[in-house]
């Protein structure tokens, strides 16, 4: 198996914390504790150019924004050096992050999936998830239309079918 198909994306540099070397990554999971359980985390603007860190130790700071992971790399010794990671994605192996429950799935997963109407008609396909503090959206590519964001909340999202790559979605007038 390729390594980019095995990496999921677990957040985004945002900045250096301190003067030696330490990290602030925003997470894009619903459990920064995760992090807690690695021990590398692979570092690009892409899965394909990502490269791999060996991690020497992570704790969590609440912010503003929510829960800021703060991590020290392994070869990473200043503010300088961490300046050059700003705004590069954060991966980590699936292999190393615990598996699923029943209903869960990686909000990467729903990248490129068909989005229609409960009558079937195509609204569009999925090409970014935005995670919010209250709830994601759908970011929906739609054919000569621009963009349609769609929250994932049950008033609007009534069925993921993983296997038939298809969103199934109920919106109010005006969302499309």
């Known amino acids: 198996m390729d390594r980019s198909q095995a990496l999921r994306e677990m957040g985004r540099i945002v900045q250096p914390h301190g003067i030696s ?10 459990d920064p504790n ?3 359980a690695l021990k590398t985390i692979y570092v690009g603007s892409t899965m394909e150019s990502a490269v791999s860190f060996d991690i020497l130790s992570v704790r969590l700071q609440p912010s503003k924004y929510g829960i800021t992971v703060v991590v020290r790399l392994a070869g990473i010794n200043s503010r300088d050096e961490v300046e050059k ?6 991966y980590a ?24 109407l409960p009558d079937k008609t195509d609204v569009g396909v999925v090409i970014d998830v935005i995670e919010g503090q209250s709830q ?5 590519s739609r054919e000569g239309k621009p963009n349609a964001l769609i ?3 049950e008033e609007f999202i009534v069925e993921i079918d993983f296997d038939s790559n298809m969103i199934s979605i109920d919106p109010i007038e005006g969302l499309l």
């Open 85 to 90: 990671l700003k705004k590069l994605k954060v």
């Open 34 to 36: 995760r992090f807690h």
């Open 136 to 140: 994601n959206l759908l970011v929906v």
């Open 21 to 30: 070397g330490e990290l602030k990554i925003a997470p894009e999971t619903d």
């Open 93 to 116: 192996l699936e292999s190393d992050l615990p598996e699923l429950e029943d209903g869960e799935y990686f909000l990467s997963d729903l990248i490129h999936m068909q989005v229609c």
């Open 151 to 153: 929250p994932m909340v």
